[in-house]
T-cell receptor
């Protein structure tokens, strides 16, 4: 069972509102990610972080911003929500691996946050 | 262009039957391949992860195979259960960056009927 938590799970907000999606993990993982997924479609990376004070934009352009002030916390903020932001947002984390026998790290996902902007 | 293609897009089987899901990829340089199970409205859960040198890995009733030469993988589910109904996602990682960029397939939607 993954110890990574997202809140809120479901949210309906009006256009122009500011929203922050919370993500926390208690596994001590250094890497954290935000993905966006529309129904029936693949996941798209929108932000990632290698560690505290490290954030990078992902493959999919997003108007959201992220911060990584603490290892366990990686919130995503939309300053002014629009209907085009309606989607599922998935937070994930993993730990960096080293050594000759390292075979890849498992990425753990949260349960997701379903955002609807009306 | 790095891509991950999964087939079939959807599949319906009867409880107790076996099934095989396919994943073809063009990601290079290859690092590893993962299969995830995603229940409706939930986050993906890892089933298996395989590197270049591994050609089969099992997790209970799930068995994944990898042919790195032909860039193909399959996920075989034995004696299916109703709880196996979910989307199964193939994810391939490259070695081109420190992040180990992930390329996601669109998933195969499996429905198990009683």
């Amino acid at each position: 069972e993954a110890d990574i938590y997202q809140t809120p799970r479901y949210l309906v907000i009006g256009t122009g509102k500011k929203i922050t999606l919370e993500c926390s993990q208690t596994m001590g993982h250094d890497k954290m990610y935000w993905y966006q997924q529309d129904p029936g479609m693949e996941l798209h990376l929108i932000h990632y972080s290698y560690g505290v004070n490290s954030t990078e934009k992902g493959d999919l352009s997003s108007e959201s911003t992220v911060s990584r002030i603490r290892t366990e916390h990686f919130p995503l903020t939309l300053e002014s929500a629009r209907p085009s932001h309606t989607s599922q947002y998935l937070c994930a984390s993993s730990i960096s691996g080293t050594g000759a026998t390292y075979s890849g790290n498992t990425i753990y996902f949260g349960e997701g946050s379903w955002l609807t902007v009306v | 262009k790095n891509q991950v293609e999964q087939s079939p897009q959807s599949l319906i089987i009867l409880e107790g039957k076996n099934c095989t899901l396919q994943c073809n990829y063009t990601v290079s340089p290859f690092s590893n391949l993962r299969w995830y199970k995603q229940d409706t409205g939930r986050g993906p859960v890892s089933l298996t992860i395989m590197t270049f040198s591994e050609n089969t890995k099992s997790n209970g009733r799930y068995t994944a195979t990898l042919d790195a030469d032909t860039k193909q993988s399959s996920l075989h589910i034995t004696a299916s259960q109703l709880s196996d109904s979910a989307s199964y996602i193939c994810v391939v990682s490259d070695r081109g960056s420190t992040l180990g960029r992930l390329y996601f397939g669109r998933g195969t939607q499996l429905t198990v009927w009683p």
